[in-house]
């Protein structure tokens, strides 16, 4: 297993379009997250999964987002009806039920709205 | 919002010095976490500080963790041109990370 994987690495939309980005974690850790992140500002929790359950959503999750886990393997991220302020890196992740030993983070997928 | 505060924003240093980077909060954490980040990837987990008073050395990084476990430094020694990236700190209750807005750390050769 060589870590967490995000597809794609990149993508430019127009305003409005919808877009889905797909995850990939480590295969033998339950729980996944996906974070968001601005220029000059650290990453923002927007939801977790622990197996197929997502048990938290964030404020920042409007609901044009939607994320799924089916059968707690991979996630995809969806965020229909772009808007500019959509533009982002987005950052998934994922750890082990252990969360002391830190997460693993993908490389994420560069959202640029048009 | 930010929760953690990190200091200083920017750190340009030459090659050899030594340099540290804070990362202070209103809040107790039960740990923290230090990662790097390099442009256009993920962050990377450098360390986890548990307990209070904690201080952990990795080769030439040390972390400290504050007594009252809201506050920690992270000190590089002799910097290298590769230890160049967004340092960013990141305090944790159970599963959830809050971060801080990082210091962006560049070594000149």
């Known amino acids: 297993d060589t870590g967490v994987s995000q597809d794609p690495r990149h993508k430019i939309t127009k305003r409005g379009q919808n877009v889905t980005f797909r995850c990939d974690p480590i295969?033998?850790?339950?729980?996944l997250y996906w974070y968001r992140q601005t220029l000059g500002q650290g990453p923002e929790f927007l939801t977790y999964f622990q197996n197929e359950a997502q048990l938290e959503k964030s404020r920042l999750l409007s609901d044009r987002f939607s994320a799924e886990r089916p059968k707690g393997s991979f996630s995809t991220l969806e965020i229909q009806r772009t808007e500019q302020g959509d533009s982002a890196m987005y950052l998934c992740?994922?750890?082990?039920?252990?969360?002391?030993?830190?997460?693993?983070f993908g490389s994420g997928t560069r959202l640029t709205v048009v | 919002t930010q929760l953690l505060e990190q200091s200083p924003q920017f750190l340009s240093i030459q090659e050899g010095e030594n340099l540290t980077v804070y990362c202070n909060s209103s809040s107790v954490f039960s740990s923290l976490q230090w990662y790097r980040q390099e442009p256009g990837e993920g962050p990377v987990l450098l360390v986890t500080?548990?307990?209070?008073?904690e201080v952990k050395k990795l080769k030439r990084l040390t972390f400290q963790f504050g007594d009252a476990r809201k506050d920690s430094s992270l000190h590089i020694t002799a910097a290298q041109t590769g230890d160049t990236g967004l340092y960013l700190c990141a305090g944790s209750d159970d599963y959830k990370l809050s971060f801080g807005a990082g210091t962006t750390v560049t070594v000149r050769a």
């Open positions: 295969s033998e850790h339950n729980r």
């Open positions: 992740a994922s750890s082990l039920e252990r969360w002391t030993y830190g997460y693993t």
């Open positions: 500080v548990v307990t209070g008073g």
